[in-house]
């Protein structure tokens, strides 16, 4: 048996790690989210809603680096839901406005709850999530300079 550390060991991969976490944190949102209807993906738009209480769709697939052509559809069913009203701007007809009903704002206080629920999920401590929080912004921020370098 070698002792030596084999570079492209799976195990070792940051990518692998990452990958993993991410489906696993992720799939740990489901029940959580279950209860006021929303998957993953409709939870991070109403984030921003919350956080903004109107912005256009292109301002929403930029703050979540999607495409717009992958948020509207997000858009849609949370309409479905009443969560959401698009409209067209008043200063421009082209931009399309997302703004939160009475629903939606309303669902904002039962969505408090979730970032406790999941520390519980998680096993981490406020502390513990605020420095990886810390370390993964560090790790997206070096990505985009890497993708500006490119």
């Known amino acids: 048996m070698s002792t030596t550390h084999d570079p492209l060991a799976l195990e070792s991969q940051v990518c692998f790690a990452l990958a993993v976490a991410s489906r696993g944190v992720i799939s740990a949102y489901r029940s959580v989210l279950?209860?006021?209807?929303?998957?993953?993906?409709?939870?991070?738009?109403?984030?921003?809603?919350?956080?903004?209480?109107?912005?256009?769709?292109?301002?929403?697939a930029e703050l979540l680096r999607l495409e717009a052509a992958t948020v509207s559809p997000l858009i849609k069913r949370l309409e479905a839901l009443d969560y959401v009203?698009?409209?067209?701007?008043?200063?421009?007809?082209?931009?399309?406005?997302?703004?939160?009903?009475?629903?939606?704002?309303?669902?904002?206080?039962?969505?408090?709850?979730?970032?406790?629920?999941?520390?519980?999920?998680?096993?981490?401590?406020?502390?513990?999530?605020?420095?990886?929080?810390?370390?993964?912004?560090?790790?997206?921020?070096?990505?985009?300079?890497s993708h500006a370098a490119d």
């Open 85 to 145: 009203e698009k409209r067209r701007s008043s200063d421009d007809e082209r931009v399309v406005e997302v703004s939160l009903t009475d629903t939606g704002a309303k669902l904002r206080a039962t969505a408090e709850a979730i970032p406790g629920q999941m520390m519980t999920k998680l096993d981490m401590g406020e502390t513990e999530l605020r420095e990886l929080h810390s370390t993964m912004t560090k790790i997206i921020a070096a990505a985009d300079a």
């Open 34 to 60: 279950e209860p006021i209807h929303l998957t993953h993906p409709q939870y991070l738009v109403m984030l921003a809603l919350w956080q903004h209480e109107t912005l256009p769709v292109r301002r929403i």
